[in-house]
């Protein structure tokens, strides 16, 4: 019926089998930011957010969400990670989140890499929020990946 990988015969939604592929090195980076006012920013950088610890809690709810990617995400299959590194970057009005996802395995770790990413920026929100309520999650997306059939791509800059 269809070449859609997650789609049988039949147009149902599978997951799928990638118990005949070898087992590659596959590295997936991805991106995105916060923008923010001037005060939270600050308050981040100086360590006196009201919630304590900003970017330590964030980078554990990062490690964390990778961790759990095959429990939140339909017909993503649950993987052993071997490393999660999630760093931050300031930026003028900004902090960016960058995560890195690896293993050994028979598929990707680019939705790894970006629910990190997202769940990284959604903490920094929720613990900066009762400085600034504006603040905006922007362009999470993948930056690059390597391993598997598909090999090595990169984002346009």
């Known amino acids: 019926m269809s ?11 599978r997951m799928v089998d990638v118990g005949g592929k070898p087992a590659t090195a596959r590295r997936a980076v991805a991106s995105g930011r916060i923008t923010m006012s001037a005060a939270a920013l600050e308050a981040i950088r100086a360590g006196n957010a009201p ?19 095959g429990e939140l995400i339909p017909l993503c299959h649950p993987l052993g990670l071997e490393a999660v590194t999630i760093d931050f970057a300031y ?12 293993l050994t395995g028979k598929t990707g770790v680019e939705m790894e890499a970006m629910t990190a990413t997202s769940i990284a920026l959604l903490t920094i ?8 309520k504006g603040m905006v999650i922007e362009g999470v997306r993948l930056i690059a990946k390597s391993g598997g059939k598909s090999g090595d791509w990169k984002a346009a800059e």
């Not at 919630?51 to 990617?69: F, H, P, Q, S, Y």
């Open 3 to 13: 070449k859609l990988t997650h789609l049988d015969d039949e147009g149902a939604a």
């Open 51 to 69: 919630k304590g610890d900003v970017l330590g809690a964030a980078r554990i709810a990062g490690i964390m969400a990778a961790k759990r990617t």
């Open 91 to 102: 930026e003028p009005s900004a902090i960016r989140v960058t995560a890195t996802a690896s």
């Open 125 to 132: 929100y929720d613990m900066a929020k009762a400085i600034d």
